[in-house]
């Protein structure tokens, strides 16, 4: 499921098998991405994602909610994959690669209540991790001016072998994550920050 440059969209209570990417939205703000079922990943130099978020076109992403998901499996990596990457369940991603224009903006939104367990059939080539920020840029001067206030939270990461990524990672100090099962890098943030996350 690819949405580019749309807004206010909503996908819930789907299932996705074995998919490259199973929902992608770049450029989009206001969606809520919920109550989904996502079982295993595959890659094909790339890929191997779960739910993405993120921009390369310079533009402002803000108030999506991802909740209540599942997302477990394994991350079937193609035989012929060069790696040097990572699978991930949820990524919040500003692209700057190739001379993109990465974003602007990528604040505000929430992930919480979500469920992430994924293993890797060749972890040598292609690991995978739970949740990512992702600040693909070179120059990580202004990460925190880019992708900042996501909160992240009440997430189980436990069956996962890596819980959080974070590139760079000075992203915990300009965004909210806490209260996650496993791998938790919060501040004993309130509830509140996090907003209601869906029913």
Known sequence: MNGEAANNVSVDHCTFANAIQAVSNWRGSGWQISHNVINDLRTRNGGGIGILVGDYFGGVVTDNVISHNKINGTLHVDPNDEGGYCGTGIVLYADFRWGRAGAET?????????????????PEVVLVVAFEL???????????????DNAIGFNDFRGTEQQIALTPEELADCNYISRNLGDNRGHGLHPSLFGPGGN
């Open 106 to 122: 990528i604040a505000y939104n929430r992930v919480v209540k979500n469920k992430v367990s994924l293993e890797s059939d060749t």
């Open 134 to 148: 992702t600040y693909a840029n070179d120059d990580s001067t202004h990460a925190c001016e880019v992708i900042f």
